[in-house]
T-cell receptor, first 111, second 114 residues
Framework: GNSVTQMEGPVTLSEEAFLTINCTYT??????LFWYVQYPGEGLQLLLK?????DKGSNKGFEATYRKETTSFHLEKGSVQVSDSAVYFC??????????FGTGTSLTVIP | DSGVTQTPKHLITATGQRVTLRCSPR?????VYWYQQSLDQGLQFLIQ???????AKGNILERFSAQQFPDLHSELNLSSLELGDSALYFC?????????????FGPGTRLTVT
């Protein structure tokens, strides 16, 4: 079946550090892949997405590349800020409009 | 502010009871999605409606049901509540039917079953 596995948190980084949050998926065919972010006390917001292999999604300095060969969609940012502190969810959708989310990775950025 | 509203914000009820959660999508959005977020199960997709019709079903229990009304608002009904149903319930809306389009999430309804 379809599933998403993302790295366990919590992750704590100093401001301006490099961020990687790993995400791998299991799905038949070619799912669409997403990163959503949840700030404290709020609902989820779409951060970026990629709908086909080798696509790179990017937004607000975050990037992720859809790697079919490694079934991965790792989230990266070159220099994190305190305002990036949030929970990050990797997700996929496939035929039938069902969504599958990872367990979420909590990121705290300290000044 | 995503433009999606959910009521109530908080709900405390007893086991065995029934509750209704309400979601108003962004103006013009035809799709509504429901999700459950709990500590032990994470974020789970429950169900999607598009323009009044059910389009996709996820891990929704038989005790739960949903509908989308002609004015496009949606309700999630939870019955015979159990302690394990305590969770944050989100709805999200989208202009289109396909799940690859961005979904706009509401602030959630926190349900506590005692």
């Amino acid at each position: 079946g379809n599933s998403v596995t993302q790295m366990e948190g919590p992750v704590t980084l100093s401001e301006e550090a490099f961020l990687t949050i790993n995400c791998t998926y299991t799905a038949t065919g070619y799912p669409s892949l997403f990163w959503y972010v949840q700030y404290p006390g709020e609902g989820l917001q779409l951060l970026l997405k990629a709908t086909k292999a080798d696509d790179k999604g990017s937004n607000k300095g975050f990037e992720a590349t859809y790697r079919k060969e490694t079934t991965s969609f790792h989230l990266e940012k070159g220099s994190v800020q305190v305002s990036d502190s949030a929970v990050y969810f990797c997700a996929l959708t496939h035929t039938g409009n069902q969504f599958y989310f990872g367990t979420g990775t909590s990121l705290t950025v300290i000044p | 502010d995503s433009g999606v509203t959910q009521t109530p914000k908080h709900l405390i009820t007893a086991t065995g009871q029934r509750v209704t959660l309400r979601c108003s999508p962004r103006s013009g959005d035809l799709s509504v999605y429901w999700y459950q977020q709990s500590l032990d199960q994470g974020l789970q997709f429950l169900i999607q409606y598009y323009n009044g019709e059910e389009r996709a079903k996820g891990n929704i229990l038989e005790r739960f049901s949903a509908q989308q009304f002609p004015d496009l608002h949606s309700e999630l009904n939870l019955s015979s509540l159990e302690l394990g149903d305590s969770a944050l319930y989100f709805c999200a809306s989208s202009p289109y039917e396909g799940a690859t389009y961005e979904q706009y999430f509401g602030p959630g309804t926190r349900l506590t079953v005692t």
